[in-house]
């Protein structure tokens, strides 16, 4: 039987309410946060690597290092460990240079400012990708409530407001969502080459979006096996096609076509039977970490895990969705306590942003409805696991964990899972109407809410105290900075590009480093930046406060004759 052709969803007056008020939301959050400074190492990595490539005039796409004259042999340089590649004499980070190279465009014209500027826009057209994948899926009241959970109640709220491509991968990623949802109903080959394009134009930004594509290739087969062949050479095709330019890109900017992150972290890792040993804490780190203790983390994760096995029908008995949010709502509070009470909240953090932790609607996603076997919500059921399980499968440990808010590696999810919650939430109202056990389900809604509101204090914390930081380092008037932690460098990014920046390693003494310094330089000044085991109380302690991670002590000297 012929379908039909599908009928555009329109972007109706509360959709597009829902999208507004949630990009009130962003612009209020980035109002109170200072716009020149950063989250962690990754996001200053990636500004020190846009700085070079404007300073180069976008002809040399390697680090920008005042010290390289004095260490050829970048014994001391300031990117040490999984953040940088050496070659052919030259400094490169290990990310990408493309979200670097499109970032200078909005910073040359608004500052630091206009770092931010990419992710806003990209997480908001995100959302109008959410609206159409909802109206695709569920009825057409869902479709504010999935925009609203997505933006909102999820951590893309965190990452549209910190300088991060994960929300332009994240756009890229839902809109080929959408298509390739179309073509499973419609079959029309122009929306399966749309999708596979859109899928490709993520990979630009975000490595494991080529297991996203491929998680997106598999569905496709699942649910149209007849033309299997052909759909498989058309997806290869054109997502070959989008990919070549990229390849091109980085071959000739930093002479690695794949990009060294890949080659870093992926190819070059460890074998088969290691890789194999490794999946236990990769699944711990992606879908279960939510404490410090791994015992709390898999009873807090547990509900979830019981959900995604069972998968039980909610309009099918009326107490099992209220009684769902109960209990998410209470593992929720118990772990957004841990997150508060806290000695070091970023340091409970890196050990605590397992999928669940940071958004709890997406209990409400794991269940089934009578109506839920549309060939789209199928679909979308099928691309959501067979993601999750091709991301765990070919994670590296390193891949999988990092001081961040949720599960960024996987971030695609949450707003997918959105519109399966919100269609889900639709057909248990309809099944039972306004009663008070539907106030119950309100909980985890409002849980997902406060946790995202939380991730917004540690955000504004960390940037302030960077902020902080990058004063008193300005107002250092030495010649040279010598950074004792190895995210020092980073983190001094306002001074990196006027005076020579160094890492003491810790196999090496500041003897050595000195002696090196001075051969080339001759009698120099110099700050030391360092978190001593015991802080000297005669020197001001530049603290982070309740992140307790981060904070650090400045000491002058000088290299002289002596030396």
């Known amino acids: 039987m012929k379908l039909a052709a599908e009928k555009p969803v329109s972007l109706h007056r509360a959709t597009l309410v829902a999208i507004a008020l949630v990009g009130l939301m962003y612009c209020v959050t980035l109002a109170g946060l200072p716009v020149d400074s950063f989250w962690v190492t990754d996001n200053e990595n990636k500004y020190l690597q846009m700085e070079s490539i ?7 796409y390697s680090i920008l290092w005042l010290g390289q004259d004095t260490d050829p042999d970048f014994v001391y340089q300031p990117m040490p460990g999984l953040f940088s ?25 608004f500052g630091h400012a206009g770092l931010f500027l ?31 959970l997505a933006g909102a109640s999820s951590p893309v709220w965190f990452y549209a407001v910190t300088f991060w491509e994960h929300t332009l991968a994240l756009a890229f990623a839902v809109w080929s969502t959408r298509f390739m949802l179309r073509f499973v109903r419609l079959a029309r080959r122009p929306d399966l ?9 993520a990979i630009y930004l975000r490595d494991e979006m080529y297991v996203f594509v491929a998680a997106l290739m598999i569905t496709v087969v699942w649910h149209n096996s007849r033309a299997w062949f052909s759909n498989l050479a058309v997806m290869g095709a054109t997502v070959g096609a989008t990919l070549v330019p990229l390849w091109v890109f980085q071959n000739w900017a930093i002479g690695e076509p794949f990009g060294f992150h890949v080659g870093e972290h992926v190819l070059a890792g460890t074998d088969v039977v290691g890789h194999l040993r490794q999946r236990y804490e990769v699944v711990y780190n992606l879908l279960i970490a939510s404490s410090a203790s791994s015992l709390v983390s898999w009873l807090c994760a547990a509900p979830f895990v019981v959900l995604a096995l069972w998968r039980p029908w909610v309009d099918r008995a009326k107490w099992i969705l209220p009684a769902v949010s109960i209990v998410v709502f209470v593992v929720s509070v118990l772990v957004l306590a841990g997150q508060l009470t806290a000695d070091s909240r970023l340091e409970w953090l890196l050990q605590s942003n397992g999928l669940f932790a940071a958004a709890p609607f997406l209990a409400l996603a794991l269940v089934r409805t009578d109506s839920s076997n549309s060939v789209r919500t199928v679909a979308l059921r099928r691309l959501l696991a067979v993601y999750v399980l091709l991301h765990v499968l070919a994670s590296p440990v390193i891949g999988s964990r990092g001081i961040h808010w949720g599960c960024r590696f996987l971030l695609v999810v949450y707003p997918l899972a959105a519109v399966l919650a919100a269609r889900n939430l639709g057909a248990w109202v309809n099944a039972y109407g306004r009663g008070w056990p539907a106030a119950t389900l309100v909980l985890p809604l409002l849980m997902s809410l406060a946790m995202q509101g939380y991730s917004v204090h540690l955000l504004s914390a960390k940037k302030e105290y960077s902020h902080e930081l ?43 480093l000195s002696a090196k310094i001075y051969s080339h330089r001759g009698p120099s000044t110099f700050t030391l930046v360092a978190q001593p085991t015991s802080p000297d109380p005669s020197l001001p302690r530049i603290s982070d406060g309740r992140l307790n991670f981060f904070w650090l002590q400045m000491f002058g000297g000088d290299f002289g004759q002596d030396e």
């Open 85 to 109: 590649k050496v070659r052919d004499g030259k400094l490169y980070s290990i990310f990408s240079p493309v979200f670097a190279t499109i970032s200078t465009l909005p910073y040359r014209v």
């Open 193 to 201: 080459i749309r999708s596979m394009a859109l899928g490709a134009a």
């Open 470 to 512: 990058n004063l008193a380092i300005e107002d250092r008037t030495e010649d040279v900075v010598i950074s004792g932690v190895w995210w020092g460098p980073h983190a001094l990014h306002s001074v990196f590009f006027d005076r020579p920046v160094f890492y003491l390693r810790p196999d090496r003494t500041i003897d050595q």
């Open 54 to 60: 404007l300073k180069q005039n976008y002809t040399d």
């Open 118 to 148: 990419i992710p806003l826009i990209a997480a908001l057209a995100a959302l109008m990708g959410v609206s159409r994948v909802a109206g695709g899926v569920g009825p057409a009241w869902t479709v504010p409530v999935a925009v609203f």
